[in-house]
């Protein structure tokens, strides 16, 4: 069965740090571009990260830039978004997901996504 599987998400006050990670199982993730997005109850899906398949190209929203690293580790076929600093702003789900394509580079637009984890709640307290 082809899947991601997000963890590492909780309750942390502000000011805090989490390490988010996201492990395939059943398919690969080298050669593609890897995302994590967010949602909080009333709004959409969010863009947070891309990260380039061969780890060259890092963009952020503007939101979380300087505060969030994604990261990955091919060997592993594990990605990771290590958070700092954290908000109650950056309170919801997190979600990581797979390009569709080999030859996207780091997109922010959803569609570019065919595989999604199940997501990891972060709390963060005021």
């Known amino acids: 069965q082809r899947q991601l599987a997000e963890s590492g998400g909780g309750l942390v006050q502000a000011g805090g740090s989490l390490r988010l990670s996201c492990v395939a199982s059943?398919?690969?993730?080298?050669?593609?571009?890897m995302g994590w997005f967010r949602r909080t109850p009333g709004k959409e899906r969010e863009f947070v990260a891309s990260l380039s398949r061969r780890s060259g190209i890092a963009v952020y929203a503007d939101s979380v830039k300087g505060r969030f690293t994604i990261s990955r580790d091919n060997a592993k076929n594990t990605v990771f978004l290590q958070m700092n600093s954290l908000k109650s702003d950056d309170t919801a789900v997190y979600f990581c997901?797979?390009?569709?394509?080999?030859?996207?580079?780091?997109?922010?637009?959803?569609?570019?996504?065919?595989?999604w984890g199940q997501g990891t709640q972060v709390t963060v307290s005021s």
């Open positions: 997901a797979r390009a569709r394509s080999t030859t996207t580079n780091t997109p922010r637009d959803q569609s570019e996504y065919n595989y």
């Open positions: 059943g398919l690969t993730l080298n050669n593609y571009a």
